[in-house]
Structures are given as structure tokens and as C-alpha cells.
């Protein structure tokens, strides 16, 4: 028995065809029926059913698209309308109502009015908060100052203390010195008479 050769589409697909559309692959199966056994006619007639399902869902999708943009359209096109009206019934309606705007204009010179005396207010309160730190600085300084000072005042009188004590010891070591150094008790009566004076 001769072989027969079956042509397979799927196998033998060239690579160009792989990346176009369902209806193309279709195509160029029905221009190879006429090479295909009678199993892969049938395969063509299912691809041609596939092309025409694929070919109206793509004709549905571009019907409806067609129709939202035009609805899409019709909405833009009202909205258009309406605004432009009602910007020329505001314009007509300003031009008319003029009492309106100088009530308006006693309303904004109020609202200008109150927020004017809250920012006065918040200088004011501001400004004595300032005063109130300086006069802090101002006795802290004061403070520093006397400190300073009652500091100076103590190391004046201890200094002078010290030379005190350094003078009478050198004038008691000049009046021992020429002699021989007197006892005890003399030494005592030193310290005595330092502690009076």
C-alpha cells in the first residue's frame, strides 16, 4: 500500500502566517484544500465558521464603540450647550442685580474688617509676650550682675584676710627672728589674738 501524504497545516504552518490574524490562517487553508484529504476540508469549513464568528464579533465591537463615542459626543455636545447658556444668563443676571454686589461688598469689607482687629489683636499679644521675655532677659542679667559682684566683694575680703594674716605672721617672724623662738604659749597667745582681731 502506497503511503499517502497528509498535509498538516499546524506542522507545515509557515512562520509568517503564525503572527496574522485568525482570518488570514483561514484563507490559506482553503487555498490549500484542494491539496487536503477529506478530514482536513473539514478542519478548513470549522476555520472559515471561526473567521466569520471572529469577523462579526469585530464588526459588534466596532458598531458599539462607534455608538459610545457617538453617545459619548451627543453628552459633550449638551453639556456645551448648558454651560454656555447659563454663562450668559450669570453674565445678564450680574449686570442686572447691582444690589447684590454692594451687599457683597459690606459682607467682604466686614469679613476684612474682623480679620483686620484679629491680626491687630495677635500684634498686641505678641508684643507683650516680647516685653515680657526682655524684662526676664533684663532681671536675669541683674541677677548675674549682683551675683557677680557679691562674688568680688568675697574674694576681696578673703584676699585682704590672707594679707592680714601674712603681715602679722611676717611681723611676729621679724620679732623672733633675732632671738631665740619663744615657747609654746607665746605661740598660743598669737593665735589668740588673731582670733580677736
Do not use: C
Not at 26 to 50: G, Y
Not at 52 to 81: F, H, N, W
Not at 123 to 134: A, D, G, M, P, T
Not at 171 to 190: D, E
Amino acid at each position: 500500500m502506497p503511503a499517502t501524504f497528509l498535509y498538516d497545516p499546524w506542522v507545515n504552518f509557515p512562520a509568517a502566517l503564525i503572527s496574522s490574524s485568525v482570518s488570514k490562517i483561514a484563507r490559506w487553508v482553503v487555498s490549500k484544500s484542494l491539496r487536503l484529504p477529506h478530514d482536513e476540508t473539514e478542519k478548513a469549513q470549522l476555520l472559515d465558521e471561526l473567521v466569520a464568528i471572529v469577523d462579526g464579533q469585530r464588526a459588534i465591537k466596532e458598531e458599539r464603540q462607534m455608538a459610545s463615542s457617538a453617545v459619548k459626543e451627543k453628552a459633550l455636545t449638551a453639556t456645551a450647550l448648558i454651560r454656555d447658556e447659563t454663562m450668559q444668563r450669570a453674565s445678564k443676571r450680574k449686570s442686572v442685580d447691582g444690589d447684590d454686589d454692594v451687599t457683597t461688598s459690606n459682607k467682604e469689607m466686614a469679613l476684612i474688617l474682623v480679620q483686620q482687629a484679629e491680626i491687630d489683636l495677635e500684634k498686641q499679644r505678641l508684643e507683650y509676650k516680647k516685653l515680657k521675655l526682655q524684662a526676664g532677659v533684663n532681671e536675669q542679667a541683674l541677677a548675674r550682675k549682683e551675683r557677680a559682684e557679691m562674688r568680688e566683694i568675697e574674694l576681696k575680703r578673703h584676699t585682704d584676710l590672707r594679707r592680714n594674716l601674712r603681715l602679722r605672721a611676717t611681723s611676729q617672724h621679724k620679732h623672733n627672728f633675732g632671738g631665740a623662738v619663744k615657747s609654746r604659749a607665746m605661740l598660743g597667745g598669737v593665735l589668740i589674738s588673731w582670733r580677736q582681731n
